[in-house]
């Protein structure tokens, strides 16, 4: 079975202090892993797409890896307004459009 | 950038009540929509699939006779809560394809909260 599986659930950060989230990921067969940001009470917000292992995306204080396993969403010297939820989604082969999404960690970065 | 946009943002009516939430694309035509359902601290859990001149698809599990999809044109899709009760609440939101963005699989709109009384 298909299993999306993000870690830690809750994470809370100073202000600037670095820190990872990961998103494991068994599947069939990946066609691609998507970053996204949520706010209380909104709809997610697209952040990265990653189709290879090895691939990276950068945007500002984040970047994203992917291996063949799991993809990591890093958070360099964080802000206060970063605080939301994190969630990562796979698109699976053969699967058309649709996303399986994980279950989502919650940051909060304090001052 | 594209932008889904979902009516309305919030409800709250009566257990036995049908409601009706829109999901419009304002600048791409999708042909293909769906619908997510939230509860709290939960990740989001795909209803269905709407596909604009076709029945939709439903997930397992999902009563296709409790939750109505419409898509009827290439920017409109509609959720139907038919006889709503207390457990049908939740934070419903949709998402559509644009065909012209490869990178981006879904935008979403920013949901509907449901309360049913």
């Known amino acids: 079975e298909d299993q999306v599986t993000q870690s830690p659930e809750a994470l809370r950060l100073q202000e600037g202090e670095s820190s990872s989230l990961n998103c494991s990921y068994t599947v069939s067969g990946l066609r691609g892993l998507f970053w996204y940001r949520q706010d209380p009470g909104k709809g997610p917000e697209f952040l990265f797409t990653?189709?290879?292992a090895g691939e990276e995306k950068e945007k500002e204080r984040l970047k994203a890896t992917l291996t063949k396993k799991e993809s990591f969403l890093h958070i360099t010297a964080p802000k206060p307004e970063d605080s939301a939820t994190y969630l990562c989604?796979?698109?699976?082969?053969?699967?058309?459009?649709?996303?399986?999404f994980g279950t989502g960690t919650q940051l909060k970065v304090e001052l | 950038g594209a932008v889904v946009s979902q009516h309305p943002s919030r409800v709250i009516c009566k257990s036995g009540t049908s409601v009706k939430i829109e999901c419009r694309s304002l600048?791409?035509?999708?042909?293909?929509m769906f619908w997510y359902r939230q509860f709290p601290k939960q990740s989001l859990m795909l209803m269905a699939t709407?596909?604009?001149?076709?029945?939709?698809?439903?997930e397992q599990g999902v009563e296709k006779d409790k939750f109505l999809i419409n898509h009827a044109s290439l920017t409109l899709s509609t959720l139907t809560v038919t006889s709503a009760h207390p457990e049908d609440s939740s934070f419903y939101i949709c998402?559509?394809?644009?065909?012209?963005?490869?990178?981006?699989?879904?935008?979403f709109g920013d949901g509907t909260r449901l309360s049913i009384l």
């Open positions: 989604a796979v698109q699976l082969t053969g699967g058309g459009n649709k996303l399986t």
């Open positions: 990653l189709y290879s």
């Open positions: 600048d791409f035509q999708a042909t293909t």
């Open positions: 709407s596909n604009e001149g076709s029945k939709a698809t439903y």
């Open positions: 998402s559509a394809r644009d065909p012209g963005q490869k990178d981006q699989p879904q935008h």
